[in-house]
Every structure is written in structure tokens, then in C-alpha cells.
């Protein structure tokens, strides 16, 4: 068998570059830690723009946790693709994986209930705290929501013969329940949260179809990937997501901001959800006023359905 050992010592292989659109093959399994130690312990032998990326990593890691892959790709002048790349390189799935092994490194593991959380808070203390995350929350979001892009939303959903929701994940429960209020309210409505179903359902949209996509991130490749097929197929995209860059911009025509607090090793955090459930709530209303008497009828003869339900 032929050697790969040198007279003056082993050959240190060099990494290869990697597809970013394909998973990396027999790439070495993700440890829960030490994700800072693997990335000085490759960056002799990176390519330049791996190496910048490798470096803004380095130095911001903290910052990271918190940013979209398209702002990480943006501060280290490179690619997503290439961000995505140099992740699989470290052994991760993707830039969310890497996120999730830097908080490891950085957060107390009481972090990953809640950030705000210590050890030996008592009852009382952990209420307050949560209770207060979640009223920031709201209180940051309302800062940010756009009246204008509101309305053009509101303005959508009314020229549109129905609309589709979209969630995967700790979003789909929000896409659920904004499907439920605008049927309430008489807009036909349907929710999808089977990725392969909304790749299919979004590429059979058109014009008179307007389309809401709720992601937390942005960053989540089965939403992106609906919503584009959306786009592409003529309908209108209107998307509820966190303040900040991410992919999923380019393919909404109306973007609904979101201010939440949350990082991606709490993977079922509130904050992201109760932000999203008033951006839905508000849209609702607005769309409900914009068409009152026929909202009102509908309400009200959905009530009288509803009742039987009730002892």
C-alpha cells in the first residue's frame, strides 16, 4: 500500500473545500463543545475566504450566536454559501449547528432553558424573569413594526383569492393559529406545515394567491425554499420574521418585523412566539376592519357553530 508518510515526517492533509449546496460526506461528528478550539486548530490551513470567515467567527463569537448567516457572511465578506461551507468543514450540518455548538461553548447550561435564568433562582424570581423577557419582547417588536408594510400586507391578503401559511418547527403552532383567525374573520385561508407539502402547494400558487411565512430566523431551509417556489410562482409573499438580515428576504415582497430576544440553543423559546402571535393579531384585526360587516357576519355565524361545541 502506498505511504502518505514523508521522509521528514507525516503529510498534514490540507480541507477541502466543500459544495455548499451538498452535505459534507463522512464528515466527523459535531462534539457538544470546543467548537473555538477546532476552528484556531484548522485555520493554518484554510483557504482566504474561510480563513476571514474562521476569523470574524473567532473573534465575535458571542455576536454570532445571535446573527442570521446572511450578517455573518456580510461582516466576513464572503458568501452564506461560503459560511455554510466552512461549517461543514468543522463537522457541523449547517450555520445553525455551528450556533448551537458556539452557545454550548459560551452559556451556562442554565442558559438553555432561559438565557435570563441562573441556577438557584427561586419561583417567584423565574417568573418575574420570563414573565419580563416576554414583555420585552412585545415592547422591542412594537418599535419595530412598519404601519406601511402592515397595510400593504392587510392590502394583500384582501386582493388575494386565499391564502397560504407557512411554518415549520416552533413556528408551526403561530401559522395554526393565524390560519384559525382568518378563517374566522371569512378569508379563505389554509396552513401548511409539511415541508414537502409546502414545496408542492407553494409551487401551485399564483397572482390572486398571497402567501404568509413565519420564521423566526429566516434562516430555516424548508420555509425559504416554500416561500421562493411561492414567489417564483407569482404570488404574494408576506413574511413575519426577527429584526435583521437573513435569506429569506429576497424572496418576500412584504416584510413584518419581529424583535425577540432569542438565540438558537433555545430551540423552543416563547419570546420569538408571543412576538409573532401580535404581529398575526394585528394583521388580523386590520384585515377584519378593513372588511367589517362581512368579518362581523362571519364571526358571528362561526360563533353560533362553535357553540354546539361548548357544555
Known amino acids: ?173 403561530v401559522a395554526e393559529d393565524a390560519n384559525y383567525r382568518l378563517l374566522r374573520i371569512g378569508i379563505e385561508s389554509k396552513v401548511v406545515l409539511d415541508s414537502h407539502v409546502q414545496a408542492i402547494s407553494a409551487s401551485l400558487t399564483g397572482p390572486h394567491v398571497a402567501v404568509l411565512t413565519i420564521s423566526h430566523s429566516g434562516s430555516t431551509h424548508e420555509t425559504i425554499a416554500a416561500t421562493r417556489l411561492a414567489k417564483e410562482a407569482g404570488a404574494t409573499t408576506i413574511c413575519i420574521s426577527n429584526f435583521g438580515k437573513s435569506p429569506i428576504q429576497r424572496y418576500c415582497d412584504i416584510m413584518l418585523h419581529t424583535m425577540a430576544k432569542e438565540t438558537s440553543f433555545r430551540t423552543e423559546a416563547m419570546t420569538s412566539r408571543i412576538a409573532q402571535l401580535a404581529i398575526v393579531d394585528a394583521l388580523v384585526c386590520c384585515v377584519a376592519l378593513a372588511k367589517y360587516d362581512n368579518a362581523v357576519a362571519t364571526i358571528t355565524k362561526t360563533f353560533e357553530v362553535l357553540s354546539i361545541k361548548r357544555a
Open 1 to 173: 500500500m502506498p505511504s502518505t508518510t514523508k521522509k521528514r515526517g507525516v503529510q498534514k492533509p490540507r480541507m477541502k473545500q466543500a459544495d455548499p449546496a451538498a452535505k459534507p460526506e463522512h464528515s466527523p461528528t459535531l462534539s457538544p463543545s470546543g467548537m473555538l478550539e477546532r476552528i484556531a486548530a484548522t485555520k493554518a490551513d484554510l483557504p482566504p475566504t474561510a480563513s476571514r470567515i474562521a476569523d470574524f467567527i473567532s473573534a465575535h463569537p458571542a455576536e454570532v450566536v445571535h446573527m442570521s448567516v446572511t450578517e455573518v457572511a456580510e461582516r466576513a465578506g464572503a458568501s452564506e454559501g461560503s459560511v455554510v461551507a466552512f461549517c461543514q468543514q468543522l463537522g457541523a450540518r449547517g450555520f445553525q449547528q455551528l450556533k448551537i455548538a458556539l452557545a454550548r461553548d459560551l452559556v451556562q447550561p442554565v442558559q438553555f432553558i432561559h438565557e435570563d435564568l441562573k441556577r438557584n433562582d427561586d419561583v417567584a424570581t423565574v417568573v418575574e424573569k420570563i414573565f419580563q423577557s416576554n414583555l420585552q419582547a412585545l415592547q422591542d417588536t412594537r418599535k419595530v413594526v412598519d404601519s406601511a408594510k402592515m397595510a400593504a400586507a392587510v392590502k394583500a391578503i384582501l386582493q388575494a383569492d386565499r391564502v397560504e401559511v407557512y411554518g415549520i418547527g416552533s413556528a408551526a403552532p
